[in-house]
Structures are given as structure tokens and as C-alpha cells.
């Protein structure tokens, strides 16, 4: 088992920004891809962004422009910034990695991911 902390999550009004941290091991950190994801009620989770161990990056049509994906590698974190919150972001992110890959062929699918963070709760009010 992978163990991963994320934090960041928070209210928001429309227009606002978060940043979420996703920490782990240095030996997990250097060997997986990861990415976040998010599950809103009622509604099946989505893939929001993904980076490789090549470092490409992949994002979800409704937050390009808005999201950046980093990695912090001082301290083994993978940061999701969200800038102009829109309020259909109010959701539950998930950080998800997965080992022994450099690249995954669908980086915002959720079965491509084996282990997964406990969320963090984002909500942006109108």
C-alpha cells in the first residue's frame, strides 16, 4: 500500500484559487505517474490532469488554462493549482498514482491508476 497525504482543500468563492498537495515517499514520488481526479455528488469521477514520469501533462478540457500540475521534488509532492474556480469545480479531489510506468496511453482514466489518496473536499460558491 502506498501511502499518500493530500491537503489543500478548502472554500472558495468563484473566481478564486486553491493549491492541493499530494505527498509521498521519495521512492514512490520518483517511480510513479500520477495524477488527480475528482468525484462531484452524483456523478462518476473524471480524470483533471496527469503527469508522467516523462513530465508530459495531460488535462481535462474543463480546466485547461485554469489548472497547472507541478512536482515539488524536495519534498515529494505533486501539486495541483486551480486558478478561476468555477463553482461546477466543487467536487472531492483524489490524488491516484501508479508504479513501474513511464507513460500511461489514458493518463485521465481512472483504471489506469492503482493507489488512491483519501481526498480532499474543494467547494467554490457562486
Known sequence: QVHMVESGGGSVQAGGSLRLSCTTSKY???AYCMGWFRQAPGKEREGVVAIDRYGSTSFADSV????????DSAKNTLILQMSSLKPEDTAMYYCAVVPGRWA????LEENEYMYWGQGTQVTVSS
Open 28 to 30: 514512490y514520488y520518483n
Open 64 to 71: 485547461q488554462g485554469r489548472f497547472t500540475i507541478s512536482k
Open 104 to 107: 500511461l496511453s489514458r493518463p
